[in-house]
């Protein structure tokens, strides 16, 4: 086994395309995300874990078993523990052909080689101060670089060899999975929490080095669909019921300051985002976020007002709101065994960081799995400015990243 680098791995990571696709009806959403996945079979396999398997949906899992001796007293008591790192890229920009460019930062802007319009700004990227005269990797400003979530797959893997090269660094039984489609949202779809068997887990899927991530925001989806009634327009005097007035009227009463663009931290938002219309019916859907999840129910009823307000305006449409759950808070689920938590902490003090809790204002792969009773806060890798060209890739963050996760390894047989 050839000792690697994070860097090394992340590179031959990221060149493999493994776009996901939000339009597709297969699991996963693109076969080509497979190529990645079996190559981290045989990468597993190569390392010496146990138990590599890789299912139809795609998901890779493997063990690296428990070196506590025999007598050891946390031996029989460890928790089982396991990371987590997604494969795919996300539909928001190109993942074909990604040339990654490894450079010294300097300082200043960054301008990307093949298309110089392409600018990592030093204004609008603070954590660059903190990588001069280190090692970044950026894309050549064609495609993205494919940090989220492959630098989380370079670390997870760099961390296991770490382990398994070491024997002098104690742990219980360490499970990983690589999944693919967190991008288009069905990460967890087919995950079988059964099979990966382990009490506690953490997606390793950040971005800036010491943020760690245990709380996401609770999220429903709303869908007010306006029904009007169509005729030719040459006959339609007192007869056609036009939704697309009603639909305006809805749309200009959403508050302006309970929106994406104006919230940050802990704000709520109500954020229409997807609409589509003609004269008998139209439909408007709309994201409600709040990190309080009783607070969704506050943003229902802001929106069950406007609908029969403007019901009333328009008293010849039918208006219909309808809510959909989507994920709730890590945090309402997250359980009373503190230790989940305070591991990673502790562990990201012990690889040099000022460790900080940042609230995520969206859901990660770790909502879902830690709703479904794994509960699963999320780690940093490095990573900045993600879907789109101007990503990039702290190399000292990554590393940074990989040390925590060895730590936490050790702490769970400190704490236990
Ligand atoms: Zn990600």
Known sequence: ????????????YAK?????????????????????????????KELGLRDVTIDEHGYVMATLPSNLPAGHPARAKVPRIGFVAHVDTSPSASGK????????????????????SVVIRASENPELKNNIGKTIVTADGTTLLGADDKAGVAIIMTALQNLLGNPSLLHGDVRVAFTPDEEIGAGTKYFDLKIFGTDF??????DTPGELNKETFSANQAVITVHGRNIHPGSAKDIMVNSLRAMADIIVRMPKDIAPETTEGYEPYIHPHVLHGEEAESTLKILLRDFNTPGLEVLKKRLEA?????????????????IIEQYRNMKDYMGKDTRVLDCMWEATKRAGLDPVWKPIRGGTDGSRLTEKGLPTPNIFTGG???????????????????ETVTHLAQLWVEKS
Do not use: C
């Not at 010294?104 to 080689?113: M, N, S």
């Not at 406007?306 to 219909?320: C, D, F, K």
């Not at 900045?384 to 190399?395: A, D, I």
């Open 1 to 12: 086994m050839t000792v690697q680098t994070a860097l090394e791995r992340f590179i031959r």
């Open 16 to 44: 493999i395309d493994t776009q996901s696709d939000e339009n597709s009806q297969t699991y996963p959403s693109t076969a080509k995300q497979f190529d990645l996945l079996r190559l981290l079979v045989g990468e597993l």
């Open 97 to 116: 052909d990604v040339r990654p460019q490894v450079i010294t930062y300097t300082g200043g802007d960054v301008v990307l080689p093949a298309n110089p």
């Open 201 to 206: 887990a953490y997606t390793v899927d950040g």
């Open 306 to 322: 406007i609908v029969a307000e403007v019901q009333a305006l328009h008293p010849r449409t039918r208006i219909e709101l309808k």
């Open 384 to 402: 900045q400015n993600y879907h789109g060209p101007t990503e990039w890739l702290s190399v000292w963050g990554m590393d940074k990243a990989v």
